[in-house]
Each structure stands twice: as C-alpha cells, then as structure tokens.
C-alpha cells in the first residue's frame, strides 16, 4: 500500500500540518503537489510549534525525504528563509528534493498578484498576495520560469524577456506602475541557483523508483477541495489542484498507485479570504469558534472565518476526491456548546438540496439546514480512544461519518503529535 494522499476536505486549514506530521514518522517521502508558499501548516512537536510555508511536513521527521513536487510554484527566497529558520532550530533539511519542473514565483508575479487584486476592489479574491496566481497563470500561458532554468542563463534571460514584455506593457500602461527590468529579476534569480542546487532533480523518476522499491510515499495538499481552481468555488479559489488529482499530475505519479486518499476535515468550517460559506456564523458563535480554535491564518495573519460543520461539503469532498478515509481534527474546540448546529442540506430559493449545486449562483443563495447535535462539556485533550470520548462527542463523530460518505480513521483532540485518537490504521 504503498502511496497514500492527505488533503484538505473544506477551505484549507484543516489541520493537514498536523496529520502529516503525524504519518511522517511511519512513511519514506513527503511530496507537496501543488501550490506555494499560500499554504500555512502548522505543526506542533512537544513544546515547539513550527508553521511550515513551502516545506513538506515531513521534514520534521528525520527518517521521511521531502519532496516539493512538479505542480509547486517555488519562491526560492522563501524557500531559502524558510529552511534556515529550521537549520537555526536545529532540524536537519539536507534531505530536500525539488523537481527541476516545478515553477519559480518570480517577483514580478508578485507585484502582478498585488496589483490585480487591488484593482479588482470589491470583488477582490483576497488572495494571499504570494504571486500564486500569476506564476500559475505564467505556465498555462507557456512564458513560466521552471527552477532548472536558474541553470542555463542564456534561456532563464529569454524567458524572463518574454514574460516581461507583456507584463510590462500592463503594468505602465494599466497599472500605473514602473516597468520591471529584465537584468535586475535575472540577476536576482540566478543569485539563488547554486544554493538551491543540492536539491534539485528529476523526482518524478526518483518517486517512481521508490514505490517500485516498495517505499511509502504520502502526498500532502495545501489549501483544500473548495478551493480547486476545478471543483471549488470558483473564482473565489486558488489557481491549483489541491484536490486527489493533482497529487498525480503535480508529482508525475499514476494515480493506479494511490491506494488511500486521506482527508482532513475539521469538526467546524473556516475559510480565509473571499467568497460563498453557508455556514458562517457572524454572532458570538462564531467569535467563540475563533477564539478557541486560534482561527488566524498562519500565511497572512488574516482572522478565518468560521462557521457550523457543513456535511454538504464534507460529502462532496467525499466524491471528487474518492476519499477512502477522513481524519476529523479539532473536536477538542467544540467542547463546551451545550447543542452543535450541523448543516445537513441546504435551502435553495425554497427548495430542498442534498448535494453542493454546480451553479455558482445557486451555491451563493443556499442557505443551511440544520439539525442540532447534544453538545459535551468534559475536557476530551487526554482522551486516547474513541470509547474514552464522552458520549455526546461519540455521538457527534458517529453522525458526521455518516453524513460525510468515508469513514472517520482519526480525530485531533488537541494540536500535538499525540492528541490524536487513531481508530484505523493508515498505513
Ligand atoms: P493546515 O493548513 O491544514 O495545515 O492547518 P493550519 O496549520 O493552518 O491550521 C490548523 C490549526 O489547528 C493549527 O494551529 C494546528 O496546530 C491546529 N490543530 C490541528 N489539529 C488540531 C486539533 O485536533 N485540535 C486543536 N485544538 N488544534 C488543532
Ligand atoms: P493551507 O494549505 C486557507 C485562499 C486565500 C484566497 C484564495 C486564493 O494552509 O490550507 P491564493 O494566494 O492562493 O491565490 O489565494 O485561497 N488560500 C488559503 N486559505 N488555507 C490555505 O492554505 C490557503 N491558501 C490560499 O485566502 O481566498
Ligand atoms: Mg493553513
């Protein structure tokens, strides 16, 4: 069994830092599919915690290879921040593979993130302003700058020269801002070359070797299914595939060798940015969830947004992502509600709907249904099975599962390593 998936089942935030951590120990490769530094995992080891960007989660596991696979957009500054705040905390990164594929951020992309969104106003996407969505944009548009251009300067300054011409022309004539010169990103690109060589190669033939071996390689997402550039809530999503798929085409692994798709799903919803959510709460609720849980985002410092569980996501997850298996994460912050509201269906101009509805201008009317769950008040942190949950709480998974289409293999009790109550095993 040998190639697993774990992906965000809501809006991102779920908790994936954590359960990939937590897997990290038992597998060989952590590989990141798809997005960049957008993503903010969190990962609490004893008394440090660590809030990982770009980097795997498995890189906290000293026996576990990280992997940043072709479907990553790259900023290799802060990539390079990044792996030597870890050195400086005494954890070993040498063991980082990048696929020469994937593609850089460049600063440029940046500037051009920032820009669209304020001249986008109120209808803004509320993107985390990494340049995420113009590099991923530069590659469908065939002027990206892959990380093994930083190796052949004759080529890294013609594509530069190409991405730039039109985007030069937006930025003074539309924008209202300075051109960008060509000399100064590549001189700025090529200065990272050499300290990201040690990392670069050819992962997808190295990941493929490695299951042939029989190795256990997990996949890890950023962000979550509602925001897939194909399934979320389009456009008020990222520009990339963090769902089940994309872990194939962002690693160049077939997806006949993915036996388990993992998805972590929160035991309430939260989303950061813009867009449609039922659920969301705007009463003391809401703030309740917020201040408990530690809903800020770990990227942009933004406050999330929170609302009730949505089972009409959890289930859709479910189906575009062939989830074997759910980990249900952050029970622990629901304590204390004497009665939990749970979204069942939604209400659509009047009628009844089960499933999340294709159109975007029927998801932005749907209005949840709920059915009230008893709430518990014991402190569930210490529990380490399902039967030692009080009855309530069991009650409240049991209904989840049911409601969400997979069976829920773990739950999150608390944001440690081991506050976790394993059910089935996942490896
Ligand atoms: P990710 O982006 O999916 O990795 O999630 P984030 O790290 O952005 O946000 C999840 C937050 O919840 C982090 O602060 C985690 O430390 C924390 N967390 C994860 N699982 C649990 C849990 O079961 N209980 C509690 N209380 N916190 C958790
Ligand atoms: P993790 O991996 C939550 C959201 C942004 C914005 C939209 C587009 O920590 O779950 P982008 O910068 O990607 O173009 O922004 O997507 N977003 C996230 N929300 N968690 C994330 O990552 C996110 N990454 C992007 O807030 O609404
Ligand atoms: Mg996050």
Redesign the pocket.
Do not use: R
């Given at each position: 069994m040998p190639a697993l998936v774990l992906l965000?089942a809501q809006w991102?935030?779920?908790?994936?830092?954590?359960?990939?951590d937590l897997l990290g120990g038992s597998v060989d490769y952590v590989v990141r599919y798809q997005g960049g530094n957008n993503?903010?995992?969190?990962?609490?080891v004893g008394d440090q915690?660590y809030?990982l960007h770009l980097l795997p989660?498995g890189i906290l596991s000293p026996g576990c290879t990280p992997v940043i696979g072709n479907g990553v957009v790259v900023d290799p500054s802060v990539l390079l921040s990044e792996l030597s705040g870890l050195n400086e905390r005494g954890v070993d990164t040498s063991k980082l593979l990048i696929s020469g594929n994937a593609h850089i951020i460049t600063p440029y992309n940046v500037t051009v993130d920032k820009v669209t969104e304020r001249f986008l106003g109120k209808r803004k996407i509320g993107t985390t302003g990494r340049g995420i969505g113009p590099t991923y944009a530069d590659k469908i548009n065939r002027v990206g700058i892959r990380v093994q251009d930083l190796y052949d300067e004759s080529i890294l300054t013609q594509k530069v020269e190409a991405a730039l011409d039109g985007k030069n022309q937006l930025l003074t004539k539309l924008y209202n801002r300075r051109a960008i010169a060509v000399d100064q990103v590549v001189e700025e690109l090529l200065g990272y070359a050499e300290k990201l060589a040690p990392y670069v190669t050819d992962t997808v033939l190295l990941l493929n070797q490695a299951l042939e071996a029989n190795k256990v390689v997990l996949f890890e997402g950023?962000q979550?299914t509602l925001l897939d550039i194909d399934h979320g809530t389009y456009p008020f999503v990222t520009s990339s595939n963090p769902t089940a798929g994309g872990a194939c085409t962002g690693s160049g692994v077939g997806p006949t060798k993915i036996s388990r798709v993992i998805g972590?799903l929160?035991a309430y919803t939260t989303r950061v940015g813009s867009g449609p959510f039922p659920t969301e709460l705007f009463d003391e609720d809401g703030e309740a969830l917020r201040r408990i849980?530690?809903?800020r985002?770990?990227t942009t410092g933004r406050d999330r947004r929170c609302g009730w569980f949505d089972a009409v996501i959890a289930r859709y997850a479910t189906r575009v992502n062939g989830l074997t298996d759910f980990f249900l994460?952050?029970?622990?912050?629901l304590t204390g509600w004497e009665q939990i509201p749970v979204c069942v269906a939604y209400e659509i101009d009047g009628r009844r709907v089960e499933e999340l509805p294709y159109s975007q201008s029927d998801f932005h009317h749907a209005k949840p249904i709920y059915e009230t769950l008893a709430g518990w008040s014991e402190d569930i942190?210490k529990a380490k099975s399902f039967s030692e949950l009080p009855k309530n709480a069991q009650a409240y998974v049991k209904a989840l599962e049911e409601m969400s289409g997979a069976p829920i293999s773990a739950?999150?009790?608390?944001?440690g390593r081991d506050?976790?109550i394993e059910i089935n095993s996942f490896l």
């Open positions: 965000g991102g935030d779920e908790g994936k830092g954590k359960a990939t993503a903010g995992h969190t990962v609490v915690k809030a989660s950023g979550g972590i929160k849980g530690g809903e985002g770990v994460t952050k029970l622990d912050v942190t739950i999150g009790v608390g944001p506050e976790t």
